[in-house]
Structures are given as C-alpha cells and as structure tokens.
C-alpha cells in the first residue's frame, strides 16, 4: 500500500490567518483528495484532486477558502485560508489505490484561536 | 453532505465478546469499504466488498455486502483490547466523474480487558 505522509501533523493557528498543508505520497497517484474531520464527526470530502487540472469541489467548499494545488503525481497542498475557530478540525488527504479503495494519511490537527 | 447511517453510535463491550454493526444508505453503491480509525491517526481500510451479498473475511472481521446494495454489516468475532477504534463504512459509485468516498456517521468500539 502507499505511504502517506502530511505536515504539519499538527498546528495551533490564531484567526484570520492562513495554513498550507503538504501531502506526501511515496508512489506515482493519479487521483488525490482531501477531507476534513471536524471534532467527533466522520469524514466529509473538500475536493478532488487531480495533477495538471483545477480541483473539484464539494458542495459547500470553495477554492477562495481552501486552495488546492497539486504540481505533480505524488504531492498536493490544501490552504485553510482566513481561518475562524469553525476551522478547528483534522484534515485528512487520501490516494486512491487499487480495488476502488482510498488510502489516508495521519492527518493534521488543526486548532484555531 | 450526504452521510451513511451507522449504528449502533457506540458500543461498551468484554473483552472476547463478538460485535455487530451496521451501515445503511438512502442510494445504491458499487461498493463498501470498512475502515478503523485509531485516535490520532487517519483511517486503515479493513475490508473491501464489491458484490451484492458478498460476504468477505479478513482475521476475526467478516462483513457482508447487503443485497438491496444499500447497506453493509460488520462483525468482530472475539474482540480484543486491540479493537478499540472508530469503525467507518464508506460507500463508492465507482466508475462515476470522480469516485468519491461517502463515509458513515461513525462507530465508537471500547473493549475492557
């Protein structure tokens, strides 16, 4: 299986300003995507993130306030931008992986003051 | 977003006894995934099913793709302190513009030695 990896693993962020997490993954993927895990819930899909093309975004996410890049087959960022405490949450990306499954990073733990 | 139904919310149970839980969903899939989620850590994929009423093994987990293909069962047999976890079912329409995970609402496991 892929091995993932996310930075930071955790951070404590004041409001109003902006965190970029990286997605590392050790294997050539062609979809990626990223979720975010607010505290006590389950998991719920921000974007799609495909190399060479703009990400696709869930109902009730947008690009202005979680930016995505994704400049090759194995990297991604997210942005959280303009943070508010409703941002407090673990965000998660994921690869998809043979036999229409996904495998998850650790996650980043996020906490806006 | 859309979210899967899980019951039983949370489960309190001996060690070596065996668990139960479901995952049900107003809209068809192609396919199921069960996943554990440790805290601190991001999901690790159990079981993967793909076939109405298919029903596969991995260790002491069994779970069963229902054959309506809108729910999905999950048994630990002879559960162990090891299980202590957060169980998610996610369904897939594999095939689609984007295959997308929808994850369910989440089962709490707490075995007591």
């Known amino acids: 299986s892929a091995v993932i990896s996310q930075k930071p693993s955790r951070d404590i962020c004041q409001r109003g300003t902006s965190l970029t997490i990286q997605c590392q993954v050790d294997?050539?993927?062609?979809?990626m995507f990223w979720y975010r895990q607010q505290p006590g819930q389950s998991l719920t899909l921000i974007a799609t993130?495909?190399?060479?093309?703009?990400?696709?975004?869930e109902s009730g996410f947008v690009i202005d306030k979680f930016p995505i890049s994704r400049p090759n087959l194995t990297f991604s960022t997210l942005t959280v931008s303009n943070m508010s405490p409703e941002d407090s949450s673990i965000y998660l990306c994921?690869?998809?992986?043979?036999?229409?499954?996904?495998?998850f990073g650790p996650g980043t733990r996020l906490l806006v003051l | 977003g859309q979210q899967l139904n899980q019951s039983p919310q949370s489960m309190f149970i001996q060690e070596g006894e065996d668990v139960s839980m479901n995952c049900t969903s107003s809209?068809?899939?192609?396919?199921w995934l069960w996943y554990k989620q440790d805290p601190g850590e991001g999901p690790v994929l159990l079981i993967a099913?793909?076939?109405?009423?298919e029903l596969t093994s991995n260790g002491r987990l069994t779970a069963q793709f229902g054959i309506t293909r809108k729910d999905s069962f999950l048994n630990i047999s002879a559960s162990i302190p090891s299980d202590v976890g957060i169980y998610f079912c996610?369904?897939?329409?594999?095939?689609?513009?984007?295959?997308?995970?929808?994850f369910g609402t989440g089962t709490l496991l707490a075995v007591q030695p």
């Open positions: 994921s690869v998809e992986a043979p036999g229409r499954t996904q495998y």
């Open positions: 294997s050539q993927v062609t979809m």
């Open positions: 993130a495909n190399q060479g093309s703009e990400a696709t975004y």
């Open positions: 809209s068809i899939f192609n396919t």
């Open positions: 099913l793909y076939k109405a009423g």
């Open positions: 996610a369904g897939l329409n594999y095939g689609g513009a984007t295959n997308k995970l929808i």
